[in-house]
């Protein structure tokens, strides 16, 4: 790998500074992020549980916003004067 690549896949990276860290430190730190770095499936946080109360809930504001054309009122309506 050439010193503009490794400088432009290390600035890709998120490496600080990529364009005067010596090559040798540049080749090292990639290599470490690609062996920490895992595949992610896309999913983050809390694991959804499919019988609880508020997946009931989300799945009846989603049936009302279908049936409305896509939209969910909420709250008090508002007075006119």
């Known amino acids: 790998m ?4 490794l400088v432009a896949a290390a600035t890709a990276a998120g ?6 860290t010596k090559s040798a430190d540049l ?3 990639l290599k470490k992020m690609k062996v920490t770095k895992k595949e992610s499936s896309g999913k983050r946080g ?3 549980v ?3 109360a508020r997946q009931a809930r989300l ?3 989603a049936a009302r916003a279908a049936s ?4 969910v009122k909420r709250g008090r309506p508002s ?3």
């Open 50 to 52: 499919e019988g609880s």
């Open 59 to 61: 799945a009846a504001r």
């Open 27 to 29: 080749e090292a730190a």
């Open 2 to 5: 050439s010193r503009q690549e």
């Open 68 to 71: 409305n054309g896509g939209v």
């Open 79 to 81: 007075t006119k004067k």
């Open 46 to 48: 809390r694991p959804t």
């Open 15 to 20: 490496i600080a500074k990529a364009s005067s």
